[in-house]
């Protein structure tokens, strides 16, 4: 959960490493640091708490030179966040610099054994272990740095992604990854070295994604060469990578998490665009078609995921379940893959991932196809790991989401949800002629209500400022809306750092009711639909005991009108597309109370966004 980036070539590299820096932030912000070899042949380490801003201040007057470094923003893993636990870190004798997203599990194993023939560590991490490791293999075998690389690397278990520097040869970055993204760009006379294309896009839009286990070796005026852990040649293929700069910017919002919000019309739009036809009468996702005889002979689906990709989950079952009548079951991925699941080839499992690397999902993936389970994933980042070793599945097609707190992304997943379940049904004919007609034509209208929704901003503004003083909300929701309050109590969580729980509002009776007073605001879904009375009711007893209710509701509702303190209109919608029009009121709450609170909206304290480590 850390961001490298790398760069060899003709340029200056402080200014490349340090945009790089800020444009991986989000995957990290408690330290950074960098390492260059400057123009005199010095390894200049600097590195401090903080943020990127706090490093380029910290580097200020500092000699700054050279064409070859290293950069790296931490979220701590090992070791509290201090400048001394920065990465990158130094070899022993000052002539080695490794910076490393991942855990190496057996790091203190390694530690007595280098400690026991008089190794000194200035840090508590576990990367500078490592780099101590490199140093003792290559000096005790008189061996370059990439074959001390493999031989230490052969030693280590856990997760990595590093990248070395050696002061004696600077016309070489060595890097390696396993179960963390690492990806080179090429340039011309130059290469670049990143957690994810982000950095690299400005410079070139020629891509390798590196696979488990691989080493790449990067050198200045010679071709890219990819060895494994025992020296053998690895074949590569050079990719493409689309990417708008503009979707990297802020775009004059004071905010990522903002843009992002508002940018979600045009999400879908794109996100259904070649999927949808144009008559808006047919939907179809080759992935689907390409393995329809697999996919419609499933007994069973598995949808494996985390945090806000494990609530679009839990809709995504009532989706396929009530489109297609196939049962289903959703999965935290960090549970699924340690408690022996039950599973087989005439599983379907669904791995729903924002980045594509999420580190539970992917092992939950492996473990599946170990099983002979048929893997679909669900994805926006492109090359990243999970669409590389899933069997087929879908992009999200979102653009990049730097807000650590997802927004587009999970409308972005919920549709293509939507879409796998109604391409699902039309091949089962589970689904007659005129609900599906109607489903397409309604989830095509869902871009132009999503606008409507985002034009209640100024009015959230205003409303937000009430509930600054709060230390706890409730969320509730029914049927295809729980997911819904779920997510809406994510957000508040994540951002404004308020306590919040979502519940089906059905049990709410069950426990939770003990918290309703005059001081506990309760957001609740109440759109007309099916259940409508039903949350009426709750409602009804919220009010009972004098607590604070924020309803949603189906525009033109004149009874929860008189009964709630506040209501927000929103479009009617069927009910299963419904989470794709109640979420957007729900993280624009969440993100006006925390500016209201004065919070750091984009990079919420704790929390970065690829979660690529347990």
């Known amino acids: 959960m850390c961001g490298i980036v790398g760069y060899i070539g003709k340029k200056q590299a402080y200014p490349i490493l340090i945009k790089g820096l800020k444009r991986l932030e989000y995957r990290g912000y408690d330290s950074a640091g960098v390492a260059l070899i400057s123009d005199n042949k010095q390894l200049n380490v600097y590195k401090t708490k903080g943020k990127v801003a706090d490093l380029e ?17 931490r979220w ?6 201090c400048s001394l636990n920065a990465h990158p870190h130094f070899s022993s004798s000052e002539r080695l610099a490794l910076i490393h997203n991942g855990i190496i599990e057996n790091y203190a194993t ?3 054994k280098l400690q026991a023939k008089g190794y000194v560590f200035k840090s508590s991490t576990d990367t500078e ?4 490791l490199i140093e003792y293999i290559q000096n005790s075998n008189h061996i370059d740095l990439l074959t001390a690389v493999q031989l230490a690397l052969q030693e280590v278990i856990g997760a990595y992604a590093i990248a070395v520097l050696d002061r004696d040869n600077p016309d070489e970055i060595v890097a390696a990854r396993k179960s963390s993204p690492l990806v080179v760009g090429i340039g011309t006379n130059e290469f670049f070295l990143a957690s994810d294309a982000t950095p690299i896009v400005e410079y070139t839009d020629q891509v390798v994604y590196l696979e488990d286990e691989e080493i790449a070796l990067i050198r200045r005026d010679k071709p890219l060469r990819i060895v494994n852990l025992n020296n053998v040649e690895c074949s590569h293929e050079v990719k493409t990578v689309a990417l708008n700069l503009g979707q990297l910017e802020k775009g004059g919002y004071p905010h990522f998490m903002l843009k992002e919000i508002f940018e979600q019309p045009d999400c879908i739009c794109d996100c259904m665009r070649g999927r949808i036809n144009v008559n808006e009468n047919h939907v179809i996702l080759f992935s689907v078609i390409d393995h329809k005889e697999r996919l419609l002979r499933a007994k ?6 985390c945090g806000t990709s494990w609530h679009a989950g839990l809709i995504g079952k009532q989706l396929i379940e009530s489109f297609c009548r196939i049962p289903v079951e959703v999965e935290y991925a960090s549970e699924f893959r340690y408690r022996n699941p039950v599973i087989d080839e005439n599983d379907v499992v669904i791995a729903i991932s924002q980045s594509g690397e999420t580190a539970d999902t992917l092992a939950a993936v492996e473990l599946a196809k170990s099983r002979g389970a048929f893997i ?8 990243s790991s999970i669409p590389r070793i899933t069997d087929t599945g879908a992009y999200i097609h979102v653009g990049p989401e730097i807000g650590v707190a997802s927004t587009k992304a999970f409308t972005g997943q919920v549709t293509v949800l939507v879409m796998l379940a109604l391409t699902l049904a039309k091949e089962r004919g589970t689904l007659s002629e005129a609900e599906y007609l109607s489903m397409v034509r309604e989830l095509s209208a869902i871009p132009s209500k999503m606008k409507e929704v985002l034009q209640l901003n100024d009015r959230i503004a205003q409303l937000s400022k009430i509930f600054t003083y709060a230390h706890n909300f409730i969320y509730l929701g029914r049927g295809y809306s729980y997911p819904v309050a779920l997510e809406g109590a994510l957000k508040l969580k994540e951002i404004s750092y308020i306590h919040a729980e979502g ?20 957001v609740v879904i109440a759109t007309r639909n099916g259940l409508y009375e039903k949350v009426l009711s709750n409602i009804q007893e919220i009010k009972a005991r004098k607590g604070r209710v924020i309803a949603l509701v189906t525009r033109g509702d004149t009874v929860i009108s008189r009964i709630a303190d506040t209501c927000i209109e929103l479009p009617e919608t069927p009910e299963c597309l419904e989470p794709l029009i109640t979420t957007v009121p729900l993280q624009m709450l969440a993100y006006h109370i925390a500016v209201c609170k004065g919070m750091d909206v984009d990079q919420p304290r704790n929390l970065a966004k690829s979660v690529t480590v347990e």
Do not use: W
Request: aromatic share 6%; glycine share 10%; net charge negative.
């Open 57 to 73: 201040a910290f580097a200020t007057h500092k000699d700054i030179s050279g064409t070859v470094g290293i950069a790296h923003t």
């Open 503 to 522: 519940y089906p509002a059905a049990e709410m009776k069950h426990g939770p009711i003990a918290l309703i007073d005059a001081e506990m605001p309760v």
């Open 110 to 112: 390694l530690k007595e």
């Open 129 to 132: 272990v490592l780099v101590q």
């Open 376 to 383: 679909f994933g669900i994805c926006n980042v492109i090359g």
């Open 300 to 305: 069973r689906f598995i949808i494996v995921a």
């Open 76 to 81: 701590a893993t090992h070791g509290e966040p």
